[in-house]
């Protein structure tokens, strides 16, 4: 079956512009979650959904951050005002409910901040 | 506070060099312990969730084993095509995220 997909594959940006970055998890997942990987940082959560809630955002680094999940399946995470410590792969990866499930990845968007 | 570290940061084995990947963790109330493979410019890949304590998982020439405050993955006999960043990660606190290590990048060499 399919497996998590994500869009755009990479994105250059200009410092100051606005960015969205979206997840199409597996059907049927009901958990999305949004992660961060910089060059040396290691993968850094940001955010989880539930079903449409967002139960954590505690891992979203500013304001200028925020994501939003519709009708249980596509996620979109924004950027306003990018900064160019915003450069870095973005992952999505979805899983079933249930506290041991394994998450499942998506190959990531590769965004770049001018 | 909840913690992965992963030693070594690197390892170069040549082929057929059976190795182990260490994962220390410190975690209140362990919801599995998870390994990943990732290749570069790609997404995490899924390999092993282990439970508890004791529990050993195989795939092919990977076996990861684990006890109460560590986790081992084990390459038998690995070939070039294992070269890779492998990943270790436990549940937060709050069941809502993973927590991953910084990866060990095996190369190996034929």
């Given amino acids: ?8 594959s ?5 410092k100051g512009k606005d960015v969205e970055l979206r997840c199409d998890p597996i059907s049927g997942h009901t958990a999305l979650y949004w992660y961060r990987q910089s060059l040396g940082q290691g993968l850094e959560f940001l955010i989880y959904f539930q079903g449409n809630s967002a ?18 399946s596509v996620s979109t995470l924004t950027i306003q005002r990018t900064q160019q410590e915003d450069s870095a792969v973005y992952l999505c990866a979805s899983s079933s409910a249930g506290d041991y499930n394994e998450q499942f990845f998506g190959p990531g968007t590769r965004l770049t901040v001018l | 506070e909840d913690q992965v570290t992963q030693s070594p940061e690197a390892l170069r084995l040549q082929e057929g060099e059976s ?3 260490n994962c220390s963790y410190t975690v209140s109330g362990l919801r599995g312990l998870f390994w990943y493979r990732q ?6 890949e899924f390999l092993f ?5 004791g529990e050993e998982k195989e795939k092919e020439r990977l076996k990861a084993t684990l006890t109460k405050k560590e ?40």
Avoid: M, W
């Fill in chain 2, 39 to 44: 290749d570069p410019g790609k997404g995490p």
């Fill in chain 1, 1 to 8: 079956g399919a497996g998590v997909s994500q869009s755009p």
């Fill in chain 1, 55 to 72: 139960p954590d955002k505690s891992g979203l680094p500013s304001d200028r951050f925020s994501a939003e999940r519709t009708g249980g």
């Fill in chain 2, 19 to 21: 190795s182990s990947l």
């Fill in chain 2, 71 to 110: 986790s081992f993955l084990h390459i038998t006999a690995p070939k070039p095509e294992d070269s890779a960043t492998y990943l270790c990660a436990v549940k937060n606190q709050a069941g809502t995220a993973l927590i991953f290590g910084k990866g060990t990048t095996l190369s190996v060499s034929s």
């Fill in chain 1, 10 to 14: 990479n994105k250059v940006t200009e």
């Fill in chain 2, 49 to 53: 969730t282990l439970y508890s304590a």
